[in-house]
């Protein structure tokens, strides 16, 4: 079921003639498949990435192997890179990243718990970064992520 923001975000991203598009490590691709089942996609979805795996964000977003073992893969400089890569190569308005710790492992510690996640949004005219905990099972922090990255979209937007 697609959430209330996820849906207000997609008229709204319509409304100003945006497109948007996904680099998901943490989501991995529900973000973008959530955002595909609103009404509004085909005008304003252009896709998406999913980088679960370092491997993935080094070879195919050339995120610096020095910058992932430096801050590691679930953090906010890695997810700020993420979306900077995203830009050109979906050539859209908003891009999201995500990474983050939705279950035990990863570079869980006490400073960065399980349901620790990282957003970076980039828009036209600059970006928004988000790091927040969120609380249940991993279903549940995927979903209040996607969330989170609707209710930030629409209070940049709006």
Known sequence: MISDSVRQCSK???AKGYTIAFI????????CAEFSMCGESGEILK??????????????????????KTYTAESAEV?????????????TDVLVAVTGLTGPGGSENEEK??????????FPDG??????V?????QSVVTQSIDKAAELIIRRLS
């Open 47 to 68: 896709g998406g990435i999913v980088c679960y795996d370092a491997c993935v964000k080094e070879s195919l977003l050339k995120i610096p192997a020095e910058l992932i």
């Open 12 to 14: 709204l991203l319509a």
């Open 113 to 122: 718990p399980v349901g620790t996640i990282f957003l970076h949004i980039q």
């Open 127 to 132: 970006a928004v970064a988000f790091r927040g």
């Open 134 to 138: 969120f609380g249940g099972k991993p």
């Open 79 to 91: 997810t700020a890179a993420l979306a900077q890569q995203g830009m050109p190569i979906f050539n």
């Open 24 to 31: 998901e490590s943490a989501t991995a691709g529900r973000m």
